[in-house]
């Protein structure tokens, strides 16, 4: 593929201002300065670099953000920035997504990607995909309300109560559950159709993959072909 065409598809902009990037002197080809933005490199394997730092190409982009609270999952954000400020402009612009969203005030584990099959598929509700949150409610965790997620609540706009897959208490006011659902605000709903409230919420796990404790708060990674499959692990343990 060409060069200039290769940075336009990783994200650097415009088939004409990726030429000037080239033309510049501002990219090298493994750890050569290419000035030529029609020379020709295969793609697989390519590592390539911009004003200095390196970038590997990727066909296709799969990503991991540890969401910190005080972002929206949205391109628009309304109130406050959005989680693609927290990635460089050239994934930001590479028509990347959030596979299903997070609540502003929600942190932990948020994938992202630019393959619309596979955002299709991990965040729609029929592939029942475990996610693990960990909650801090209002008031102490009773027995009641564990049995109540558990068997099923009822809320607004659905036809049927729906259940967590799992939920166990971790705290005086604190609790882990499961849901295989995808549903809008869906935790503090049931939490708040079971009698309690969420004070804060955390996305831990979806399907096999958990979230690293090495990635802090805002911080991102790519995911590679190791983490897909370990998302996809059919026991999702
Ligand atoms: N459920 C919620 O209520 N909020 C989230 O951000 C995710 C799941």
């Known amino acids: 593929m060409q060069l200039e065409r290769i940075l336009h598809s990783q994200g650097f902009g415009s ?3 990726c030429r000037a990037l080239v033309r510049s002197g501002r990219i090298s080809v493994s750890g050569q300065p290419i000035d030529d933005p029609f020379s020709d490199f295969a793609t697989t394997g390519l590592v390539f670099g911009v004003d200095g730092e390196t970038w590997q190409f990727r066909d296709q982009a799969y990503l991991l953000l540890n969401k910190p609270a005080g972002y929206e999952c949205s391109r628009q954000p309304q109130f406050h920035p959005s989680v693609f400020a927290l990635f460089p402009d050239a994934i930001a612009n590479r028509g990347v997504q959030c596979v299903g969203r997070l609540d502003q005030d929600t942190t932990g584990l948020l994938l992202l990607s630019d393959d ?59 609790l882990r559950l499961t849901i295989t659902e995808g549903k809008y605000h869906q935790v503090k709903r049931m939490i708040a159709a079971a009698g309690n409230r969420v004070d804060a919420l955390h996305r831990s796990r979806v399907g096999g993959l958990a979230l690293p404790d090495a990635l802090a708060p805002g911080q991102w990674r790519w995911l590679e072909d190791a983490d897909l499959a370990q998302l996809a692990g059919s026991d999702f343990d």
Not at 128 to 137: E, L, M, N, W
């Open 15 to 17: 088939r004409k201002l």
């Open 116 to 174: 619309g099959q596979f955002i299709h598929t991990w965040s729609s509700g029929k592939k029942r995909i475990p996610k693990v949150y960990d909650a801090v409610v209002r008031h102490p965790v009773s027995d009641q309300l564990t049995a109540a997620l558990l068997s099923g609540v009822q809320l607004h706009d659905e036809p049927a109560p729906i259940a967590a897959a799992s939920c166990e208490q971790t705290g005086e006011r604190s």
